[in-house]
């Protein structure tokens, strides 16, 4: 069946750097673009940073423009967030998800299959 499963997160000073990883399985990966999500408690999940089938990560939330980049390894089935100058805002659980062929990357209807998350804490 199609998993896909994030790891990586934890607690981190204000202004240090994490890599969230997101390795999938069950179907052709290379096959899929995908985007990094993030949830924090009380507010809507929001698109972070997407990756295609390329690698190559054209959209970012302003938010985040500058600090994370999206990357992937498709013999090793999996893509990756690096987030560097980490704020308290960025505390949150993050997700990685597959985008269904031809659709918006923006939008979370877009995405056919998610992980569970791996949480983000920002704090000194």
């Known amino acids: 069946q199609v998993q896909l499963v994030e790891s990586g997160g934890g607690l981190v000073q204000p202004g240090g750097s994490l890599t969230l990883s997101c390795v999938a399985s069950?179907?052709?990966?290379?096959?899929?673009?995908y985007a990094w999500f993030r949830q924090a408690p009380g507010k809507e999940r929001e698109f972070v940073r997407s990756?295609?089938?390329?690698?190559?990560?054209?959209y970012a939330s302003d938010s985040v423009k500058g600090r994370f980049t999206a990357s992937r390894d498709n013999a090793k089935n999996a893509v990756y967030l690096q987030m560097n100058y980490l704020r308290p805002d960025d505390t949150a659980m993050y997700y990685c998800?597959?985008?269904?062929?031809?659709?918006?990357?923006?939008?979370?209807?877009?995405?056919?299959?998610w992980g569970q998350g791996t949480q983000v804490t920002v704090s000194s």
């Open positions: 990756i295609d089938w390329k690698g190559t990560s054209a």
């Open positions: 998800a597959r985008l269904r062929s031809g659709e918006s990357y923006l939008l979370r209807t877009s995405y056919d299959y």
């Open positions: 069950g179907f052709p990966f290379s096959n899929y673009a």
